[in-house]
């Protein structure tokens, strides 16, 4: 089993950062997929920014050029780095990670973007 936690959601005004981290513990598939998802109210839950081990990264078109997402292996930690956030980014950030012994999620972060 995996286990996942987020961290660092919290109230920004626009044009502000935020950098969400997901710790992951247990036993970690060593050839896996990391990604963070956003569900805004209302809306269906999509994909932000994913990272296999592989070390390449991939971001919706929405947040490119404004998030950035990162491994800190030996902590098996992952970061998402938020810049220029604007009101749309408002949404419960959820980390995910796939790999050969199933899909996990973690419970979630309260990213609210408003003046």
């Known amino acids: 089993q995996v286990q996942l936690v987020e961290s660092g959601g919290g109230l920004v005004q626009p044009g502000g950062s935020l950098r969400l981290s997901c710790a992951a513990s247990g036993s970690i598939p060593s050839i896996n997929v990391i990604a963070w998802y956003r569900q805004a109210p209302g809306k269906q839950r999509e994909l932000v920014a994913r990272t296999p081990s592989s070390g390449s990264t991939n971001f919706a078109d929405s947040v490119k050029g404004r998030f950035t997402i990162s491994r800190a292996n030996a902590k098996n930690t992952v970061y998402l780095k938020m810049n220029s956030l604007k009101p749309e980014d408002t949404a419960v950030y959820y980390c995910?990670?796939?790999?050969?012994?199933?899909?996990?999620w973690g419970k979630g972060t309260q990213v609210t973007v408003s003046s």
């Open positions: 995910n990670l796939k790999g050969a012994t199933g899909n996990y």
